[in-house]
């Protein structure tokens, strides 16, 4: 069955008899919009009558037929797309191809933190077995920071000038290495051991500022938050899957046994990741019209292959100007807070909770996971306040500071009240708050580095990664001589919770969600 078709101002109507109920109400129309792919231009430039075709050929369940046209019922007649029209709808959204970017970026940080973690968990029976003091313990542990410690520079420039997606493979590649090779290391030497940990740190540090490459170049700015937040939530899901699991295969496997799985599940994740996923959406084989439409459309510039490709970055980033910028600092700041905080619960709460509780490896293993379980769910539901706050036409700035504030002065607080916590259940229960708590900073610092400076985005995430590196160190470090010489963790816990409120205040002073001006003519 074919329809007569008029012209419109809004497309073409189509009307039919047979459409009009019984009561001969106003016939309902159909408001067609052809796509550019489907032009009826000829090469010569004249134009191509058009020959209806069968509704039922044209009308698919998303609005868009298979010719190129998307419609809306109207009982009113014919009305052009609005912006909300535009706007993707929920199954649109989860079963698109920017989604299946993210999630895979999302494994990639849960495979990254699930293989710094297992170093926490196996760090207990080793220093048994190798009579290594509390102090040296910490050591161990953070020497993966010492290779994290530059890397992230290196890899924020390398992502600018070549795109995430090819370093964000190379690391990957590399942390998994290892990781696998990690059980020979320690059966060879202490130095071969250190050594697979820093290489592991020099490989990891590409990973957060890859993944913000990737959604700068994916997401439009009114879905970045939730898209770091699907990202991130991988990456917290990673330390809950590395506490719990681990203790269960080492009790299987031995105390080698998570690092030689976790390394297998890397190098099958870069199969996947370089065979199914391009640096940009225009560049994606499988990715349809409309959503490519979608993502141009909103996003704030347009998105390049990569800064080596367009030709428009500079090799050596201009260091010096960045760094004289106050938004530059409440960044290093907020990344430094951040990480001192999350390294520290990280490292220490297994032994927090074996050493002040009690409580055996295997459920200081659950105790300290269950916080990391709820920072990718409260992760989550912050990146999607974010979005509606700014959709509905709140500022990038109010944002960004309402965001940071929730994610730091929450974890200050939750931590006195661990201070003052009599039991393992009600530690946990603060813990849970505070780790859960600092995930609304994802959308505070760490989107913000997009936002202020997009064609700088890589290095100056490893700017502040390298200052939240260093300390993590000082932290993790700073933890084990602290309890060695005072034989408690409360004040160092007091501590980390006066940091957490004087970075608050600082980036609310100085924090920004407009574009700076990062050109040498700036200056």
Known sequence: MSFPLCPSQTGLLCHSPTLQNPNRQPPIHFSLHRSIRNSTSTASGDIRPWRPRPLRSIITPFGEGRRGFRFRVSPNGARPLSEEDETPNLLEFVTSERVKVVSMLGLALALCNADRVVMSVAIVPMSAANGWSRSFSGVVQSSF???????PIVGGALVDYYGGKLVMACGVALWSVATFLTPWAA?????????????????????????NNMVSRWFPQTERSRAVALAMAGFHLGSAIG??????????????????????????????????TSSTP?????ITKRELDYILSKSQKPLAPSAKKSGKSNAIPPFKILLSRLPTWTLISANAMHSWGYFVILSWMPIYFNTIYCVDLRQAAWFSALPWVMMAVLGYVAGAWSDMLISKGSSITFTRKIMQSIGFFGPGIALLGLNGASNPSTASAWLTAAVGLSSFSHSGFLVNLQEIAPQYAGVLHGMSNTAGTLAAILGTVGAGFFVERMGSFRGFLMLTSLLYFISALFWNAFATGETVEFDESSQ
């Open 282 to 286: 225009d560049c994606h084989q499988q």
């Open 243 to 276: 506490l719990i699991i681990s203790p269960i295969i080492m009790s299987q496997a031995g105390i080698f046994g998570p690092f030689v799985i976790f390394g297998l599940f890397g190098f099958l994740w870069v199969l996947v990741w370089i065979s199914a």
């Open 187 to 211: 059966e060879t030497s202490l130095w071969a051991l250190l050594s697979m940990r820093v290489l592991l740190g020099v490989a990891e540090g590409v990973a957060l500022p890859s993944m």
């Open 145 to 151: 920071l010492w290779g994290y410690l530059v890397s």
